[in-house]
């Protein structure tokens, strides 16, 4: 079994990285079926995160170590009062007391209810945006006129080609991103979305580097013979497909519209799409409006105040 540097592992029967054990760790991801939380999804950012899969018993955990603390993105396999007890006893033993360190994400309506029956209590975190797909690979109607004028404009105005991205496409999805950060930090200054964004290169690398080991599909589109977007994505569940990262060129319009919608039409056996959150930033939020969500689920952190 690969090592792994968690403090005080002893605690449990057994700890391995989660990227070795990507069939037995799947399982804890999917609370709800629609919700994002997913492996390819934590996997890509372990140059910011250790994530390992520790067992105690029949109970599984995933436990997030950054620097020298821990927290658990997603709750403890089986949800109950014992496995909760046993990830917040696991914390107070690396994290020692402090308010907003240990804590476990990923929470649903339902799981949040029970928690505060045992006596944690819990935040909302993030909302996620989910839609029909069928709406999106299709635009019909009056809601979507805005975003089929956007598509229609960049065809007449572009020569648009979108394929499967291949390994030789790294690097010109490096200098987009590049790009990309350049143009969304004029915007972001200031905010926490700034902070994330500078954070997030390696993950994109991560994610279309190895991605497809994990499970990840990824696309592309060239405008003219120039790479100006790309998308990656991964199964949540048998009816809901993630989109995890979306990079354009910002200043060509049309092109995200294009780039999601067609991406939406290459996973034609889903019924849904998971958009993922949008990062505590309004502008964001309000541009997911935009593809009029079919749902909303919101979710929630216990997190101890004392």
């Known amino acids: 079994m690969p090592a792994i540097r968690l403090p005080h592992a002893d605690f449990f029967d057994s700890v391995e990285p989660l990227d070795s054990a990507l069939e037995r760790a799947s399982s804890l991801f ?15 950012w372990q140059d910011e995160f250790a994530y390992a899969l520790a067992s105690q018993g029949a109970a599984s955990f995933v436990v997030a170590l950054y620097g020298r603390y821990v927290y658990f993105p997603v709750p403890p396999k089986p949800f109950t009062l014992e496995t909760f007890q046993a990830a917040f006893e696991f914390m107070k033993k690396v994290n020692g007391p402090g308010v907003g360190i240990s804590r476990v994400e990923g929470l649903t309506e339902d799981q949040k209810k029970r928690a505060e029956v045992w006596g944690y209590p ?76 500078l954070s997030s290169q390696k993950a994109h690398f991560r994610a279309l580097h190895q991605g497809e080991d994990w499970g990840m599909d990824a696309w592309v589109v060239f405008l003219e013979n120039r790479l ?79």
């Open 122 to 197: 819990t935040r909302p975190t993030l909302v996620e945006y989910i839609y029909d797909r069928a709406q999106m690979a299709g635009l019909h109607g009056d809601s979507y006129r805005a975003k089929r004028a956007e598509i229609n404009h960049l065809l007449k105005n572009h020569s648009v080609v979108l394929r499967p991205y291949r390994q030789s496409d790294l690097k010109a999805c490096g200098e987009l991103f590049e790009l990309w950060k350049d143009q969304r930090l004029s915007i972001l200054k200031g905010e926490m979305g700034e902070r994330m964004l």
């Open 228 to 306: 100006a977007a790309y998308t990656v994505g991964s199964t949540i569940s048998p009816d809901t497909y993630g989109i995890y990262l979306e990079v354009t060129d910002l200043t060509v319009k049309g092109l995200s519209a294009y780039i999601f919608a067609n991406a939406c039409r290459q996973v034609e056996n889903y019924t849904f799409i998971n958009a993922g959150d949008a990062e505590g930033l309004p502008r964001l939020a309000e541009s997911k409006e935009y593809w009029h969500p079919c749902r909303r689920p919101q979710l929630y952190a216990v997190d101890p105040r004392t």
């Open 30 to 44: 999917h609370p709800a079926p629609s919700l994002s939380a997913s492996l390819p999804a934590f996997l890509m």
